[in-house]
């Protein structure tokens, strides 16, 4: 491919972020007002795994300031890369214990914790100097064999858990539902984790967020009271999955 073609091909990939972005703002907002909700309520997070970071960079020139991450190196090496925007970064991955001292050290957010000793690791290794590392309890609501998560009903013991620990917020629930198409089954397991959410909070604790939904479902998760989306296709487009950690 010629030097000036590929140029070409690289604008117009950029042009196309852009416009995926507004487009699915646009949704968001229609979704929010068929649910009577304001769009305000809702944060936009870009789940931006497998993406270089030129693409993020055209994207947070496109008004996008919060991106999502799941393997750690990779991750590691964009937030070096793009050290001169103020991004916030979420990890959104599997958490292995090898990886905790990177998570607390470089994210903001982290949306995939589901087991205590994951939490003491974080809270143990987030630097004094940081804010507390703001957390999302990962709940396996459709209790898939496959799936990470804490099951609903010992999500109450393990959130009272990591809410005493220090460096650490615990903010809500986050889920990835098993896929369908039908709209009236994608807003059951979101209703699930709000409700859950709700019951927690009666029980004590102060959560503010539900993180759910992503490219396929959000305007259903939107209408069962997301507080963040996790948008990646939508935006970046469809992933090539290479060997991540």
Not at 7 to 18: F, G, L, R, Y
Request: charged letters at 20%; aromatic letters at 4%; hydrophobic letters at 45%.
């Amino acid at each position: 491919m010629e030097p000036l073609e590929k140029e070409c091909q690289a604008h117009e990939i950029m042009t196309t972020i852009a416009s995926n972005l507004q487009a699915v703002r646009n949704a968001i907002v229609a979704s929010a007002t068929k649910a009577g909700r304001h769009a305000s309520e809702i944060t936009l997070l870009a789940v931006s795994k497998t993406f270089a970071a030129d693409a993020l960079r055209e994207a947070y020139h496109a008004g996008q300031a919060c991106f999502a991450e799941s393997y750690v190196q990779e991750a590691l090496a964009k937030i070096a890369a793009l050290q001169d925007l103020p991004i916030e970064w979420h990890y959104i991955g599997p958490i292995q214990s090898n990886k905790t001292r990177a998570i607390a050290e470089s994210f903001s957010w982290v949306h995939s914790v589901d087991r205590l000793k994951i939490a003491e690791r974080l809270s143990e290794q987030r630097p004094t100097h940081l804010p507390p590392l703001q957390i999302c309890l990962q709940v396996n609501i459709s209790m898939e064999a496959s799936k990470s998560g804490v099951a609903p009903d010992e999500a109450g013991a393990l959130a009272r858990a990591i809410a005493n620990l220090p460096g650490l917020k615990l903010r809500g629930l986050m889920a990835v539902p098993a896929p369908s198409d039908d709209v009236t089954a994608q807003r059951l397991p979101f209703a699930q984790l709000r409700k859950l959410r709700d019951q927690l909070n009666q029980q004590g604790l102060r959560m503010d967020t539900l993180s759910m939904g992503m490219s396929h479902d959000f305007a259903a998760a939107i209408a069962e009271g997301a507080t963040i989306v996790r948008i990646g296709t939508a935006i970046f487009g469809n992933r090539n999955y290479g060997d991540k950690q």
